[in-house]
Each structure stands twice: as C-alpha cells, then as structure tokens.
C-alpha cells in the first residue's frame, strides 16, 4: 500500500557522530546502525492495527523513529525504512464487528487517517508500507517453511509455531519464565490452549472461523496441511521485515508492549527459518504514554487523538514539541500542560528566528547532536534550543545589545530553523 509525503530533510554542514541508543536485547547503550558509515540503515517499525484513530501514544512511538533517521541520515546514512500494517487481526474484526462496519473499510479509513496525522506531524515515511493482508503468500511460505523444519505443528486445524526450536529463544526481552508466561497471556497469546507442545507457542495460521475473513493458502500449502485461514501476528511481522529487509537488518522498533511476546517471537521465527542469526541487530522501544493513571488504549477508549487535536486547530509543530519534551524510554502521562508548554515554547522559537538577525548560534548544532546521540535524549535537545531563545531574547531586550551589530549574525536564525528542522522535524 502506499504511505504518505516525505517532508523535507535539510541538510547541515558536516555529519553528525554516531548514535548510541538502549537495545533491549543486549540490555545496554550500542551504537547504531551496525551498517558501516555510508551504507544503508535498515529499520522495521511494527505499525499500526487500524481499528481506531491515532493517539499520542501512537504519535510518540513513531516520533521516536522518525528521530533516529533524522540522526542517522545527518550521520550520513540513507536509510531503508519498513512499516507494517496489521489490517486484519482480532482487535480489527471485533471493533468491526462491535459496529458494523466492514472490516476493510474500516481498516482502510483508519489507515488513511493515520497517513493524514503523519503527514502532520512530519514523520518521515517508510520505503516500503506493507499490509498484513497483501503479504499473506509471504506468510504462508515461511509457515510452510516452518512446517518442513519441524517447528510448526498443527492443533486442531491451527498451525503453531515451537518456540524451542530457536535455542536463544527469550534472548530479546530478558523475560523469567513466569513473566513470559503472564505476558504472553495479556497480549493476545493463549497460553492454556490444550494441545499445544509448550504453553508459550504462538499461532502461525489461523484456520477459518465462522464469520471471519479467511485465505486459501495454495495446493502445496494445502499439502503440507495449512486449511483456508489467516495470518498469525508475530509471523506477519517477520514475513515483511524478511522480504523487504532481510535478515541482520539494523533495528526493530515499536512500544516496549511489543518487546514480549512480539519481536521476540519473530525473531526466533525468522531465525529458524534461515537458520541465521541475529534477525536485528538492536531491538529499541519506546515508553508508553498514558491518559490519567493508565496506559492510552484502544480498547480502553482514553485517547487523546491527533486528528481531534488536528480540528481544534492545534498546531501539528506544537504537538511534536509536547512528545518531544519526555525522553523516549520514560513512561508518561499526556496533560493539557504539556500541550500547553509545548506551544509556547513554540512561539517563542518562532518569534526568534524570524529576525533579520540574531545572536551567534555556531555552537547549537554540535549541542543538539551531541544530546540526540545519547540515546536521543531529546529534551537536552530542546533545552539546547531554548538556550540560543534565550540569549535571543536577552538580547533584544537589551537596547545596547541590539544596537552592537558586531555581535549579531544574519546567518543564526536560519541555521536554528534547519535544526530544528531537520534533526527534530520541527519546522519553524
Ligand atoms: N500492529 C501492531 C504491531 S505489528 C500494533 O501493536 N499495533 S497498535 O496499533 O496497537 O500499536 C502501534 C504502535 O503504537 C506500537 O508500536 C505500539 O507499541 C505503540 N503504542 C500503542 N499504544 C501506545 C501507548 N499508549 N504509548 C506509546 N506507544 C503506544
Ligand atoms: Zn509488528
């Protein structure tokens, strides 16, 4: 399918240092990407399951990768970007059902929305935007490759895949048994199915249910023993990564509810289908944003929506400051105070650089670099922003200041704006 326009990425003088960002799997800072300086990144970003409208959760996650390409691409590397769409899936079918809509329409209209809130708020777009639904024979050709090694198994019709056949299963999220367990059980998993090898083996395909949307498979598929059905969801993800990314690609990226049972899941599918490994080579996740005291949810219904923030009138730039004002790991709780900062700030940014001239601002861009390849510690970034503002300010209160013309700089509004730009994708 397709994704939505690019936003324009200035270019600034010289190359940003290299990124060093937590991996969940190695459990520490490692710097990103593995490709060497000059090659391509490559980045899968799980994306969304389009039953609702996008909410600041949703807007944060992705922000949080849109601001590691900014950094890589300033660091000179093109990037390679991949994003799923989950457009079938049990949340999907049963908000359909709830309603009585259509499943596809709906899927489509939510994901035309999602374009619509991206384009907005300027998130870089992927290569290649790839739904669940076009990707099905890619789906059913790792199943069967799965089958062939003999890590998949059918339970009454469903084809389940072994999680031992991966010896360094459980590598990616550091989860005990217990916690996998407990995990897997709240994020769509089925532990206590009876007929399952190990409680923790997740479903691959999914045989038809009655009223639900289903797939013929294929005769060799049909063969092997897959019936008309649908695709499971770890295995959606890693059939896209596979065939857009290959294997060893640099980062997999999503919330940290995706860390378990989700990216490790294909990750070990993927490394048993090619006998490879690592399936990524860092695994980064993005906290969760919350509406008084619980986790932003679809299926909670306590959202705050772009696109409602969109109608309001609010600023799409303002809404990027707010997200960008928490560090990307933390978890945190939108408030109307957060918008409320995030547009002053913004209008104090604008003020600033809309002078003929302005104070020296030769030092911004090493700062900003500097704080965004910590671990893209964004809100240094901003603060060192805040501080060019603040002798901006200081200065043209000073009436002596403002009249020392050797101590201003026709070029330092610009280059603020092209930073901000282009490596927070805020345009001033
Ligand atoms: N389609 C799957 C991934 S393959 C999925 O998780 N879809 S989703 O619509 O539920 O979430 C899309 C992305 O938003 C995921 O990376 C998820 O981790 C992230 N996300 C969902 N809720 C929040 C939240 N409250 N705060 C931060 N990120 C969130
Ligand atoms: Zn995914």
Redesign the pocket.
Known sequence: MHAWPAPEVPELPGHGPAVRLHDTAAQGLVPTPAAAPGEAARIY???????DAT????A???LTFDLIQRAWLDAGHPVSYVQ???DV?D?LLERALATGQDWVSLAESETALFREDMTALRILPPRHYVGAVESIPLVVDLVMKLLARGAAYDVDGDIYFSVHADPTFGSVAHLDGPEMLATFGERGGDPGRPGKKDPLDCLLWQAEREGEPSWEPGEAARAAGLKPGRPG?HI??AAIALEHLGMGFDLQ??????AFP?HEMGASEAQVITGQRPYAHSYV??????LDGE????SKGNLVLVSKLRQAGVDPMAVRLALLAHHYRT?WEWTDADLDAAQTRLARWRAAVSRPDGVPADDVLAAVRERIADDLDAPGALKAIDAWVARQEAADADASAARDTAARNTAAPGQISRISDALLGVAL
């Not at 970003?45 to 039953?51: A, L, Q, S």
């Not at 990226?253 to 995706?258: E, K, Q, V």
């Not at 996740?285 to 919350?290: A, D, L, P, Q, R």
């Open positions: 970003v799980c994306g969304i399951t389009p039953y909410h600041m959760g949703h944060n996650t992705y799923n769409v989950t899936d949340p969801w959606e993800c990226g999503g919330g940290t509810d995706l989700h996740h993005s906290g969760m944003v919350g986790k932003m949810s679809k978890d």
